[in-house]
């Protein structure tokens, strides 16, 4: 059974990502307030969310990859020093506006995307219930990913911005998807919202790394 969701209104799962690795593993799963529906079709769970959710999230620590990833690159090197504003990832044009050097070359394929929410995309998993990712399957007419023009079904997701949260600080990083599962992919493009925003930068976009193959 393939997982989607469509992301039509908010993005889904508005959740904050408290964790100290990149290991995230919700404990949770979101408790609609009102407009969350789903249906079986073609044997596909579909879940629609036209408004948002509330949620309690829980990241567990603990290493993330089975093995190297494939596409992602990291952007820099962070800083050991977490809460760092040095770490926090706002795309590759501010990175190098700020810094006046750019970020590190992504691999070959990949490309960076910077949208507002609604994003105004349609995700399911690369391998059905395994921690292997997800890819566009398809893109809301109009919606900021269509109109964006870059995306394209089949896309696949390898990186995403997602908050981390340690006692009472925040980094916004660009995490490796490659090997997340359906839920915790979702949970991080839900975790970008303005109450991450800093004095230099406003949380009101979803920074994303895709890959597409030639």
């Known amino acids: 059974m393939r997982t989607i969701a469509t992301i039509v209104a908010t993005a889904i799962l508005g959740a904050e990502l408290s964790c100290h690795a990149y290991a995230f593993t919700p404990t949770t799963r979101p408790t609609p307030r009102m407009g969350m529906a789903s249906r079986a ?3 596909r769970r579909v879940a629609s ?13 603990g290493p993330s990859f089975s093995k190297a990833p494939k596409y992602f690159q990291e952007p820099f090197e ?5 809460g760092d504003p040095a770490n926090n990832y706002w795309g590759r044009d501010a990175f190098e506006a700020k810094y006046s050097y750019p970020p590190n070359d992504m691999n070959d394929g990949v490309y960076e995307v910077i949208l507002r929410k609604p994003l105004g995309i349609v995700f399911e998993e690369n391998v059905p219930g395994a921690a292997e990712g997800v890819r566009v399957v398809e893109l809301v007419e109009g919606g900021n990913a269509d109109l964006s023009g870059a995306i394209a079904p089949g896309d696949v ?9 340690g006692d009472v600080k925040f980094e916004r990083q660009m995490i490796c998807a490659e090997d ?16 991450w925003s800093t004095n230099e930068y406003a949380c009101n976009n979803v920074v ?3 890959y597409r193959a030639p």
């Open 208 to 210: 994303m790394h895709l």
């Open 78 to 82: 962070r800083s050991p020093n977490f």
């Open 157 to 165: 997701l390898v990186g995403v911005t997602g908050i981390r949260v």
């Open 180 to 195: 997340l599962d359906f839920d915790t992919v979702m949970s991080a493009i839900g975790s970008n919202i303005e109450k």
């Open 41 to 43: 079709s073609s044997g």
């Open 49 to 61: 969310v036209r408004v948002a959710t509330q949620t309690h999230t829980v990241m567990m620590a």
